[in-house]
């Protein structure tokens, strides 16, 4: 039996990938897309890779549409944008897996403080916020089975809490930690900017949004804070590189006291929480994880090194940021939802070289 699912904000860079990965899936097909400006065109016309692999029209998001069509929609829009669509689908009876950020963090206030602009405005659709679950399934999965919103995790978050998640949660590591990370150019979205221009990205890597400046830090500390079991403290900064895809954290934390300090004891942590995770992989003896080996696919390589000098760990995870760090992990809990196997349409390895 197939699902019909539908995608809004089907012309951006996690929509062509949510299309990419659905229409090769065993069971879910898609049923109708939707965007803003590209609405009228066809999905090979915006995207040519799709040529001669799938053909459809581009419609302006309508939720009755969506609703007749699709018993899963994924919404792929900007923040705002997105709360605004979930509602509507919502009230139809849809179960919406959101990639932006509208329900990604629990509290309210603390989305108005990220997310409302200069004035704070309120969160789009606050009622909603208590139906939604963070759909990371390697912390959250028996939840996002019977969810009816899941919230994508921002592609930076899911890449530190998968590195440092086990050893916060296994009380091995202070929940007081920094993050550098660094992601292509495709994490921004597919409207230009002269930040992400070829000619002024392209020869250089800089940090930016430092500080605490940058949106997914609240989304962090929450996860960190939870997966410690006590308030998390984050400084986080993230880096753009001169390519379009994949992200690498790398998360500084220190032992708690009476830790055995040994590299053994953090590895094995990791390697014991990720051990029946399909896209999981704990690499052993602190090998480094790399972005060009989980391109294209929805898997995400970790590791984790005792550094004795400093007495600090390192945990670190490398992933493609449109697939597990967007609407590969988007399937992965469309998968679980409908009860199908949980690698269906993702079991591939990546792209290489
Ligand atoms: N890029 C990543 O690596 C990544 C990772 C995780 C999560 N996310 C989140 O996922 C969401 C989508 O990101 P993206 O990178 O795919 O962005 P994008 O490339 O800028 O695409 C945005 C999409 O939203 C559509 N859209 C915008 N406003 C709309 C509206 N009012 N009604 C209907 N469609 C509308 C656009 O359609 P038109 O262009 O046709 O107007 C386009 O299809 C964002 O919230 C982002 O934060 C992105």
Redesign the pocket.
Known sequence: MSIPVAI????????AELLRLLSAHPTARVTRV??????GARVEDVFPQFRGALSMPIEA?DADAAAGAAEIAFT????G??AE?VAALRERGVVVID???DFRLRDAEVYARWYGGEERAPHPAPALLGEAVYGLPERYRDDIAGAGIVA?P??YPTAAVLAVAPLLEAGLVEPDVVIDAKSGA??A???PSQATHLPEAGEGVRPYKIAGGHRHTPEIVQEMGLAAGRAAKVLFTPHLLPMSRGLLACVYARPTPGTAENQAVFEDALAAAYAHEPFVTALSGGACPDTAHVRGSNRAHVSVRYDEASGRVLAMCALD??VK??SGQAVQCMNLMCGAEETAGLAGAGFFP
């Open positions: 809004v904000g089907a012309s951006g860079y996690t929509g939707f965007a803003r400006r590209s609405a998001f792929a829009l900007p923040h944008d997105s669509a990639l932006s950020a994508g921002g592609c495709s994490g979205g597919r409207s940021n449109l760090g967007a």
